[in-house]
């Protein structure tokens, strides 16, 4: 299945996935991740049930820290 990922159209390695699982795909720590699904935020507590559907436009956002 394929969705659009920080605006690039990306391959996911399943047809059915989860923002869980997508998050713990790209290797992200989920304390300090945010992650909005066509421009609507999703809470890490409906992150196991919400699943990605084809073409759906993720924004993954991830704190960094240093100066």
């Known amino acids: 299945m394929k969705i659009f990922l920080n605006n690039q159209l990306t391959e996911l390695p399943h047809d059915h996935m989860t923002v869980a ?36 436009r993720v924004t993954l956002i991830t704190a960094a820290f240093g100066g």
């Not at 790209?26 to 066509?38: D, H, P």
């Open 21 to 56: 699982q997508l998050v713990e795909w790209q290797g992200l720590n989920r304390a300090n991740t945010a992650v909005a699904i066509n421009d609507r935020l999703v809470k890490q507590l409906q992150w196991g049930s919400r699943e990605l559907q084809l073409h759906d």
